[in-house]
Protein backbone atom coordinates (compact mmCIF):
# COMPACT_ATOMS: atom_id res chain seq x y z
CA UNK A 1 0.00 0.00 0.00
CA UNK A 2 1.74 3.24 -0.82
CA UNK A 3 2.41 5.85 1.59
CA UNK A 4 -0.45 8.20 0.70
CA UNK A 5 -3.28 5.51 1.00
CA UNK A 6 -1.72 4.87 4.43
CA UNK A 7 -2.49 8.24 5.38
CA UNK A 8 -5.93 8.67 3.94
CA UNK A 9 -6.48 5.17 6.35
CA UNK A 10 -4.96 6.95 8.96
CA UNK A 11 -6.76 10.27 8.64
CA UNK A 12 -10.19 8.19 8.70
CA UNK A 13 -9.33 7.23 11.91
CA UNK A 14 -8.76 10.45 13.26
CA UNK A 15 -11.63 12.72 14.36
CA UNK A 16 -11.94 15.62 12.31
CA UNK A 17 -10.79 19.26 13.92
CA UNK A 18 -11.74 22.55 13.59
CA UNK A 19 -10.27 24.70 11.74
CA UNK A 20 -8.52 26.89 13.29
CA UNK A 21 -7.50 30.55 11.23
CA UNK A 22 -7.71 33.72 10.60
CA UNK A 23 -6.45 32.35 7.28
CA UNK A 24 -4.96 34.90 5.03
CA UNK A 25 -3.36 34.45 1.23
CA UNK A 26 0.15 35.43 1.47
CA UNK A 27 2.67 35.84 -1.25
CA UNK A 28 4.97 38.18 -3.17
CA UNK A 29 1.76 39.13 -5.48
CA UNK A 30 0.54 41.46 -2.52
CA UNK A 31 2.83 43.83 -1.30
CA UNK A 32 1.78 46.97 1.39
CA UNK A 33 3.33 48.42 4.08
CA UNK A 34 0.83 48.47 6.04
CA UNK A 35 0.96 44.56 6.07
CA UNK A 36 2.31 42.92 9.06
CA UNK A 37 5.10 39.98 9.02
CA UNK A 38 6.13 40.58 6.13
CA UNK A 39 9.02 38.97 4.29
CA UNK A 40 12.78 40.08 5.41
CA UNK A 41 13.87 43.40 3.59
CA UNK A 42 10.11 43.42 1.43
CA UNK A 43 6.71 44.48 2.18
CA UNK A 44 5.77 41.56 0.49
CA UNK A 45 4.33 37.64 2.07
CA UNK A 46 2.59 40.38 4.74
CA UNK A 47 -1.12 39.87 6.53
CA UNK A 48 -3.79 42.24 6.56
CA UNK A 49 -7.23 42.94 6.21
CA UNK A 50 -7.01 42.92 2.21
CA UNK A 51 -5.90 39.66 2.29
CA UNK A 52 -7.68 37.85 4.95
CA UNK A 53 -10.05 34.67 4.35
CA UNK A 54 -13.72 34.88 5.43
CA UNK A 55 -16.03 31.60 5.25
CA UNK A 56 -19.44 33.95 6.02
CA UNK A 57 -20.57 33.31 2.28
CA UNK A 58 -19.73 37.08 0.80
CA UNK A 59 -16.13 36.34 -0.57
CA UNK A 60 -17.07 33.60 -3.15
CA UNK A 61 -16.59 31.33 -0.47
CA UNK A 62 -19.72 29.26 -1.08
CA UNK A 63 -22.39 28.98 2.42
CA UNK A 64 -21.34 30.64 5.88
CA UNK A 65 -19.84 28.37 8.09
CA UNK A 66 -19.52 25.31 5.48
CA UNK A 67 -15.94 25.28 6.42
CA UNK A 68 -14.89 27.15 2.78
CA UNK A 69 -12.89 30.25 3.09
CA UNK A 70 -12.49 32.79 0.27
CA UNK A 71 -10.97 36.42 -0.86
CA UNK A 72 -10.62 38.48 -3.36
CA UNK A 73 -6.81 40.18 -3.59
CA UNK A 74 -5.31 42.59 -5.59
CA UNK A 75 -2.33 41.87 -7.16
CA UNK A 76 0.05 44.98 -6.30
CA UNK A 77 2.70 44.34 -8.96
CA UNK A 78 3.11 44.55 -12.86
CA UNK A 79 1.52 41.34 -14.84
CA UNK A 80 3.80 37.98 -14.56
CA UNK A 81 4.69 34.65 -12.33
CA UNK A 82 3.91 34.95 -8.38
CA UNK A 83 4.17 32.76 -5.74
CA UNK A 84 1.64 32.23 -2.71
CA UNK A 85 0.09 30.12 0.11
CA UNK A 86 -2.90 30.20 2.30
CA UNK A 87 -1.60 30.95 6.08
CA UNK A 88 -2.06 31.65 9.26
CA UNK A 89 -0.52 35.15 10.23
CA UNK A 90 1.65 32.93 12.28
CA UNK A 91 2.94 30.15 9.79
CA UNK A 92 1.65 27.81 12.02
CA UNK A 93 -0.71 26.90 9.17
CA UNK A 94 0.26 26.72 5.36
CA UNK A 95 -1.03 25.18 2.68
CA UNK A 96 -0.54 23.84 0.24
CA UNK A 97 2.50 22.00 2.08
CA UNK A 98 4.30 19.86 0.42
CA UNK A 99 6.20 17.24 2.56
CA UNK A 100 9.29 17.23 -0.08
CA UNK A 101 9.71 21.26 -0.08
CA UNK A 102 8.70 23.31 3.39
CA UNK A 103 9.34 26.31 1.16
CA UNK A 104 7.63 24.97 -2.10
CA UNK A 105 4.64 27.65 -2.94
CA UNK A 106 1.66 27.70 -5.33
CA UNK A 107 2.07 30.28 -8.25
CA UNK A 108 -0.31 32.40 -10.46
CA UNK A 109 0.00 34.71 -13.35
CA UNK A 110 -1.46 37.91 -13.79
CA UNK A 111 -2.05 39.57 -17.44
CA UNK A 112 -2.43 43.24 -16.30
CA UNK A 113 -0.69 45.86 -13.63
CA UNK A 114 -2.46 45.37 -10.17
CA UNK A 115 -5.18 42.49 -10.98
CA UNK A 116 -7.97 41.49 -9.04
CA UNK A 117 -7.75 37.66 -7.92
CA UNK A 118 -10.20 35.11 -6.24
CA UNK A 119 -9.45 32.61 -3.65
CA UNK A 120 -10.45 29.45 -2.09
CA UNK A 121 -9.61 27.50 0.74
CA UNK A 122 -11.24 23.99 0.78
CA UNK A 123 -10.78 22.51 4.75
CA UNK A 124 -12.91 19.54 3.84
CA UNK A 125 -12.55 15.83 4.01
CA UNK A 126 -13.14 15.20 0.42
CA UNK A 127 -13.46 11.25 -1.16
CA UNK A 128 -14.36 10.30 -4.51
CA UNK A 129 -10.64 10.43 -5.54
CA UNK A 130 -10.50 13.93 -5.33
CA UNK A 131 -6.78 15.10 -3.95
CA UNK A 132 -5.64 16.64 -1.89
CA UNK A 133 -8.35 15.40 0.63
CA UNK A 134 -8.56 18.02 2.64
CA UNK A 135 -7.04 21.87 2.51
CA UNK A 136 -7.26 22.73 -0.95
CA UNK A 137 -6.67 25.64 -1.93
CA UNK A 138 -6.90 27.64 -5.68
CA UNK A 139 -6.90 30.33 -7.37
CA UNK A 140 -8.68 31.70 -10.53
CA UNK A 141 -5.69 32.81 -12.35
CA UNK A 142 -3.49 28.96 -11.84
CA UNK A 143 -2.64 29.28 -15.32
CA UNK A 144 -1.27 31.71 -18.39
CA UNK A 145 -4.37 32.42 -20.54
CA UNK A 146 -4.70 30.05 -23.55
CA UNK A 147 -2.90 27.54 -22.49
CA UNK A 148 -3.08 23.67 -22.48
CA UNK A 149 -3.27 20.86 -20.08
CA UNK A 150 -2.20 17.67 -19.81
CA UNK A 151 -1.75 14.84 -17.83
CA UNK A 152 1.18 12.67 -17.62
CA UNK A 153 2.75 9.71 -14.92
CA UNK A 154 4.11 6.56 -14.51
CA UNK A 155 1.47 4.27 -16.52
CA UNK A 156 2.61 3.86 -20.01
CA UNK A 157 -0.43 4.93 -21.15
CA UNK A 158 0.44 8.52 -19.70
CA UNK A 159 3.67 8.46 -21.43
CA UNK A 160 5.75 7.08 -18.36
CA UNK A 161 6.72 10.48 -17.12
CA UNK A 162 8.08 11.62 -20.72
CA UNK A 163 5.06 12.75 -22.84
CA UNK A 164 2.07 13.81 -21.95
CA UNK A 165 -1.90 13.11 -22.97
CA UNK A 166 -3.45 16.07 -24.12
CA UNK A 167 -6.79 17.05 -22.01
CA UNK A 168 -10.28 18.25 -22.83
CA UNK A 169 -11.89 21.57 -21.11
CA UNK A 170 -15.17 21.11 -20.19
CA UNK A 171 -16.83 23.61 -18.08
CA UNK A 172 -14.51 24.15 -15.05
CA UNK A 173 -12.53 20.70 -15.65
CA UNK A 174 -10.22 19.51 -17.56
CA UNK A 175 -10.10 15.95 -18.53
CA UNK A 176 -9.81 12.68 -20.29
CA UNK A 177 -10.52 8.62 -19.87
CA UNK A 178 -7.86 6.46 -20.62
CA UNK A 179 -7.50 2.81 -20.49
CA UNK A 180 -4.98 1.72 -18.04
CA UNK A 181 -4.20 -2.18 -18.94
CA UNK A 182 -2.05 -3.05 -16.06
CA UNK A 183 -3.95 -3.19 -12.45
CA UNK A 184 -1.63 -1.51 -9.89
CA UNK A 185 -0.91 1.81 -7.85
CA UNK A 186 0.21 4.64 -10.32
CA UNK A 187 1.45 8.54 -9.61
CA UNK A 188 0.73 11.03 -11.83
CA UNK A 189 0.27 15.18 -12.54
CA UNK A 190 -1.98 17.48 -14.62
CA UNK A 191 0.60 20.06 -16.32
CA UNK A 192 1.00 22.78 -18.58
CA UNK A 193 1.08 20.32 -22.13
CA UNK A 194 5.15 20.29 -22.82
CA UNK A 195 6.63 21.38 -19.91
CA UNK A 196 7.29 21.47 -16.33
CA UNK A 197 8.72 25.26 -15.95
CA UNK A 198 5.19 26.88 -15.91
CA UNK A 199 2.39 25.09 -13.86
CA UNK A 200 1.88 21.71 -12.60
CA UNK A 201 -0.94 20.08 -10.24
CA UNK A 202 -0.86 16.90 -8.07
CA UNK A 203 -1.40 16.42 -4.38
CA UNK A 204 0.21 19.61 -3.61
CA UNK A 205 -1.29 22.21 -5.50
CA UNK A 206 0.12 24.36 -8.63
CA UNK A 207 3.37 23.83 -6.47
CA UNK A 208 6.34 22.63 -9.37
CA UNK A 209 8.22 20.70 -6.50
CA UNK A 210 4.94 19.00 -4.50
CA UNK A 211 3.96 15.21 -4.76
CA UNK A 212 2.59 13.80 -7.23
CA UNK A 213 -1.20 12.37 -6.91
CA UNK A 214 -1.78 8.74 -7.29
CA UNK A 215 -4.74 6.26 -8.76
CA UNK A 216 -5.41 2.74 -8.16
CA UNK A 217 -6.73 -0.01 -10.72
CA UNK A 218 -8.21 -2.86 -9.90
CA UNK A 219 -8.92 -4.66 -13.59
CA UNK A 220 -6.81 -5.31 -16.56
CA UNK A 221 -7.91 -2.97 -19.44
CA UNK A 222 -9.70 -0.65 -17.20
CA UNK A 223 -10.71 3.12 -17.66
CA UNK A 224 -9.92 6.02 -15.67
CA UNK A 225 -11.20 9.40 -15.41
CA UNK A 226 -8.27 11.94 -14.94
CA UNK A 227 -9.62 15.45 -14.16
CA UNK A 228 -8.48 19.01 -12.90
CA UNK A 229 -11.30 20.67 -11.59
CA UNK A 230 -9.86 24.43 -11.65
CA UNK A 231 -13.03 25.61 -9.16
CA UNK A 232 -11.97 22.73 -6.44
CA UNK A 233 -8.13 23.06 -6.99
CA UNK A 234 -8.25 19.39 -7.08
CA UNK A 235 -7.19 16.53 -9.73
CA UNK A 236 -7.96 12.58 -9.08
CA UNK A 237 -7.61 9.84 -11.47
CA UNK A 238 -11.06 7.67 -10.49
CA UNK A 239 -11.43 4.24 -12.09
CA UNK A 240 -14.73 3.78 -14.01
CA UNK A 241 -14.24 -0.29 -14.59
CA UNK A 242 -13.12 -2.37 -17.74
CA UNK A 243 -14.11 -0.64 -21.04
CA UNK A 244 -17.11 -3.80 -21.85
CA UNK A 245 -18.45 -2.40 -18.33
CA UNK A 246 -18.09 1.22 -18.90
CA UNK A 247 -19.58 1.40 -22.69
CA UNK A 248 -23.26 -0.41 -21.20
CA UNK A 249 -23.26 2.35 -18.24
CA UNK A 250 -21.21 5.28 -20.33
CA UNK A 251 -24.97 7.61 -20.35
CA UNK A 252 -24.71 7.59 -16.56
CA UNK A 253 -20.79 8.21 -15.85
CA UNK A 254 -21.24 10.89 -17.92
CA UNK A 255 -24.01 12.02 -16.28
CA UNK A 256 -22.33 11.83 -13.03
CA UNK A 257 -18.56 13.41 -13.65
CA UNK A 258 -19.19 15.36 -16.63
Same mark, same amino acid.
Given at each position: ?? *???? $?? +? ?6 ? &? ?9 GDFHCTPTAAD????? &?????? *?? @? ?17 ? #? ?5 ? #? ?7 ? +??? @??? $? ?5 ? $???? !? *? ?9 DEWLRFRFDTN?? !?? $? ?11 ? *? ?18 ? +? ?14 ? !? &? ?25 ? @? ?43 ? #? ?7
Amino acid at each position: MS *ARLL $SL +VALLLVPA &TVAAGPYYVRGDFHCTPTAADPGPGT &TCWGWE *AA @NEMFDDGLHADSLAGDGIY #GAFVRCT #GPAGRYEWK +VAT @NTW $SEAYPSA $SCCA !L *ANAVLFTTVPDEWLRFRFDTNFM !LD $SWQPFFDAVMTDH *AVPPGVALEVIGAAPELGSW +VAGVPLTKVGDRWQRV !L &TIATPGIYEFKIRVAGTWDVANFGYDY @NNTQGDNAYFATTHDSSDVLFQYDEALGRVRGLELGPLPARRTSW #GGIKGRYR
